[in-house]
Structures are given as structure tokens and as C-alpha cells.
């Protein structure tokens, strides 16, 4: 009976994880009314990292505020 509600656990695990994935990709997308790139990709990703450790939040914060100084007065991404 362990080893049944052991697996179960497991499992339920996997399924938690992978939906918090789903979830970030498609709130990623929603929230961008572009095409997604593998840079955007990389960003949820990283914001995911972020949940499970403690010092990534803040850098993920940090670039975030550094990417909404760089935009322009109109909203437009900066030039590169």
C-alpha cells in the first residue's frame, strides 16, 4: 500500500510541475501580443526557476525593471 501511494505522489508531482510550466508559457504568451521567440521562452523559464530558488528572484526583477527603462516614451523595445 506504501509503495502504491508512494508512486502516486510521485506522479502527482510530475503533474504539478508540468502544469506550472503550461501555466507560465501561456500567461508568457498572452502577455506578449508577438510571436514567441526562444528568448521569451528562456525568460519564463527563468521566471519558473525563480519560484524554486531564492536568489534568482531578484535578478529576474532586475532585468525585467531594466527592460521597462530601456523602452522608449511611446512603448516602443528599444533599438539594437
Given amino acids: 500500500m506504501?509503495?502504491?501511494?508512494?508512486?502516486?505522489?510521485?506522479?502527482?508531482?510530475?503533474i504539478l510541475v508540468v502544469a506550472i510550466v503550461a501555466f507560465a508559457i501561456a500567461a508568457m504568451k498572452r502577455s506578449q501580443g508577438q510571436h514567441g521567440t526562444s528568448g521569451s521562452l528562456s525568460a519564463a523559464m527563468t521566471n519558473i526557476e525563480?519560484?524554486?530558488?531564492d536568489g534568482k528572484g531578484d535578478i529576474v526583477e532586475a532585468m525585467q525593471s531594466t527592460r521597462e527603462d530601456e523602452?522608449?516614451?511611446?512603448?516602443?523595445?528599444?533599438?539594437?
Avoid at 71 to 80: A, H, I, K, N
Fill in 2 to 14: 506504501t509503495i502504491f501511494l508512494g508512486c502516486l505522489a510521485i506522479a502527482g508531482i510530475g
Fill in 50 to 53: 525563480s519560484i524554486f530558488h
Fill in 71 to 80: 523602452r522608449d516614451t511611446d512603448g516602443d523595445p528599444p533599438e539594437r
